[in-house]
C-alpha cells in the first residue's frame, strides 16, 4: 500500500505571496491531519480534516486553511506568506476513527523570503 | 494549553547498548500516545503506540512504558544500532472521545549512536 504523498517537496516564495500543497492520503484513509515543523516550536497542529469536512483546528490564523475532496485528498493554503510561515509542512493520514495512529508524509519544506 | 515535554534535548550511546528516551505529559485526560522517529529530510515515522488502560507494550526491539501516576512515558530501544539515530518525538492525543486526530507533539530528543 503505497504511503502518504505530499507535493511539491520544496517550495520557494516571498512575502506576500500565496501557496497550496497537496496531500494524498494513504488509500481507505479519510482523515488528514497538517502540521508545521519548525526548529523554534516543534510539531504543531494546523487542522484535520475527515469526509471533506474540517473536524479540528489548532491555533494558528486564518491565514491558514485547508479543503479536502471526496477522494480524501487535501489541500492547505497559506496567504499573505510571512517570513516566519518558512516551515516543513507535513500532512498525515488516519482511518479517521479517533485515538489512533497518524502516517506521516515526507513534508513540503517552504522556505518564504 | 496542554503540553508534553521531553527531559533530554540529546542522547548518544555505543552501538549495541540499550537506549532509553523519556517524554512527560501534562494532560491526565490523554489517553492515547505514539512515539515517532524523524530521519532527517524525512517525516515522522511510526514506531510504537500504547493506550492509557496499559502500562507496556513491546515491539520489535522497542518497548513503551507508561506511568500514568506519574505521567511518564518511556521508550525503549534494545540493542541500539547506526539506524536508530534520528530524533524520536512522543505525542499524546489529548482529546479523548472526541473521535478526531490532534496529536500534541514533544520537542524532540536527539539520538545519536556512536559506532
Known amino acids: 500500500k503505497a504511503g502518504v504523498t505530499q507535493t511539491p517537496r520544496y517550495l520557494i516564495k516571498t512575502r506576500g505571496q500565496q501557496v497550496t500543497l497537496s496531500c494524498s492520503p494513504i488509500?481507505?484513509?479519510?482523515?488528514v491531519s497538517w502540521y508545521q515543523q519548525t526548529p523554534g516550536q516543534g510539531l504543531q497542529f494546523l487542522f484535520e480534516y475527515f469526509s471533506e469536512t474540517q473536524r479540528n483546528k489548532g491555533n494558528f490564523p486564518g491565514r491558514f486553511s485547508g479543503r479536502q475532496f471526496s477522494n480524501s485528498r487535501s489541500e492547505m493554503n497559506v496567504s499573505t506568506l510571512e517570513l516566519g510561515d518558512s516551515a516543513l509542512y507535513l500532512c498525515a493520514s488516519s482511518s479517521g476513527q479517533g485515538r489512533e495512529t497518524q502516517y506521516f508524509g515526507p513534508g513540503t519544506r517552504l522556505l518564504v523570503l | 494549553g496542554e503540553s508534553v515535554g521531553l527531559h533530554l534535548p540529546t542522547l548518544s550511546v555505543q552501538e549495541g547498548d540499550n537506549s532509553i528516551i523519556n517524554c512527560a505529559y501534562s494532560?491526565?485526560?490523554?489517553?492515547?500516545f505514539i512515539w515517532y522517529k524523524q530521519e532527517s529530510g524525512k517525516g515522522p515515522q511510526f514506531i510504537i503506540d500504547?493506550?492509557?488502560?496499559?502500562d507496556k507494550r513491546q515491539g520489535q526491539r522497542v518497548t513503551v512504558l507508561l506511568n500514568k501516576t506519574v505521567k511518564h512515558l518511556s521508550l525503549q530501544i534494545a540493542a541500539t544500532q547506526p539506524g536508530d539515530s534520528a530524533v524520536y518525538f512522543c505525542?499524546?492525543?489529548?482529546?479523548?472521545?472526541?473521535?478526531?486526530?490532534?496529536?500534541?507533539f514533544g520537542t524532540g530528543t536527539r539520538l545519536t549512536v556512536i559506532p
Open positions: 505525542a499524546e492525543n489529548t482529546q479523548p472521545g472526541r473521535g478526531a486526530n490532534n496529536l500534541f
Open positions: 500504547i493506550r492509557s488502560n496499559m
Open positions: 494532560n491526565s485526560a490523554s489517553d492515547y
Open positions: 488509500s481507505g484513509h479519510r482523515s
